[in-house]
């Protein structure tokens, strides 16, 4: 079994989950707390970001993006239908790019900062960053949601999956960063029927129940989080 150093709160870390899940391969999670810089963690990957795949070997694989080109070329390539990327090179360019969107750019412009605020920073011991949430870091992402729901519900609406006819990477890219801020109870689902019925569909599936049971200390999730029709 191959092992995953993460955290339940990490979108990147939700999308690597769950893109094993839908291969059917389960992992062996192991959560790491970033900023604790554990010496044996950072043997590992000296940056100390998370995800790291400990991989065949015992050889650790980097990074979200990274991951999920190993996996589609060591499973992915044998799933046929059920394969999470394309074959045609400019749908495979569509998906990585909104791999990347909800990965790195909501990451950027949203998540990564109530996570922190929220989630991390009660939990941080002072000299590690921890301390009182900045609100206006809550403020600035809370203002930014509304356009990358926006997006979304337009995506799901003009498309059968968001990067085209058939469930892939940016379907569990978008899942695993909006899975956090729902958990948060920070998106406001009104006026997305779309993008909430697109999200009904994903989090119905096998893939995403070990995400639905995820607890992080301090913060229970909002009351319809692991409701499947919400």
């Known amino acids: 079994m191959l092992t995953l150093f993460h955290h339940p709160m990490f ?3 939700r999308f690597v989950r769950l893109a094993f899940g839908e291969y059917g391969e389960e992992l062996a999670l192991i959560e790491e707390k970033p900023w604790a810089r554990r ?22 694989i980097i990074g979200a993006s990274v991951i999920a080109e190993y996996l589609d070329e060591t499973r992915g390539v044998l799933k046929r239908e059920r394969r999470l990327f394309a074959e045609d090179p400019m749908a495979r360019a569509e998906i990585r790019r909104l ?26 011991p002072n000299e590690m960053g921890g301390g009182s949430p900045d609100s206006g870091a809550i403020r600035a ?10 997006y979304t519900n337009w995506l799901a609406g003009t498309r059968h999956w968001l990067a085209g006819p058939r469930m892939t990477y940016a379907d569990l890219a978008a899942a695993a960063a909006i899975s956090v801020l729902d958990y948060l109870g920070e998106i406001d689902w009104n006026g997305h029927a779309a993008a909430r019925d697109w999200y009904t569909r994903v989090k119905s599936r096998p893939s995403f129940r070990p995400l639905l049971g995820d607890r992080v200390r301090g913060i229970s999730p909002v009351s319809h989080y692991a409701d499947l029709d919400f």
């Open 39 to 60: 010496r044996e963690f950072l043997s590992l990957n000296p940056a100390g970001t998370l995800p790291v795949l400990l991989a065949e070997g015992d050889v650790p």
């Open 141 to 150: 992402a809370r203002s930014n949601i509304r356009q990358h729901m926006k």
């Open 99 to 124: 791999v990347d969107w909800y990965l790195v750019k909501t990451e950027s412009e949203v998540t990564k900062h109530l996570v922190r605020e929220r989630v991390l920073k009660p939990l941080m």
């Open 11 to 13: 979108a990147s870390c």
